[in-house]
């Protein structure tokens, strides 16, 4: 999210430019909802639908699901994803290819999905998401993500003895 960027305004109506799916959607006022974001984004010619998942990205590189009647206030520069509900996504999990059905996943749902397609892993495991540059983030279990195409999870024996 972009705490730092001022509100574009012109005159006295509040016009605010977000990225959706990495392309500029100019919203009217702060005060949204999912279904306004997803339709405002529509109208301006981008193509996703209605019934796509709409996630904000956080701070941290994370997403959070905008449900469709989620009242949120947006700021300028800030980005979101909309994407089909129920389409495959192919990810990575140690180097192995796992198929995962629909966009919304927790770290339990991609791990057991893993291990469904073959991937030596247990449920115990500890997983985590490669962000780049030698970078992860773990996902517990019953973290939500919106994953898209191509991400790399790794899956670790928990060594913790505690």
């Known amino acids: 999210m972009a705490d730092d960027v001022e509100v574009k305004k012109v005159g006295d109506d509040s016009k ?32 996703i639908a209605e019934h796509f998942v709409l996630s904000v990205e956080l701070k941290d590189g994370k997403t959070k ?43 339990a749902s991609i ?10 892993i247990d449920e115990d495991f500890v997983l985590s998401i490669e ?8 996902v517990g279990d019953d973290d939500e993500v919106v994953v898209r195409a191509g991400e790399r999870f790794l899956a670790i024996e928990n060594d913790d003895n505690s």
């Open 16 to 47: 605010i430019e977000v990225l959706v799916n990495d392309k500029p959607v100019v919203l009217e006022g702060a005060r949204q909802t999912g279904a306004s974001v997803k339709k405002a984004t529509i109208d301006q010619g981008l193509r």
């Open 131 to 138: 962000l780049g540059g030698g970078r992860t983030k773990l």
């Open 65 to 107: 699901a905008v449900g469709d009647d989620e009242k949120i206030v947006v700021r300028a520069g800030e980005r979101f994803l909309a994407v089909e509900k129920d389409i495959e996504v192919e990810v990575w999990v140690n180097d192995k290819p796992v198929v995962l059905r629909g966009v919304r996943q927790t770290g």
């Open 111 to 120: 791990k057991q999905a893993a291990i469904t397609e073959g991937v030596r």
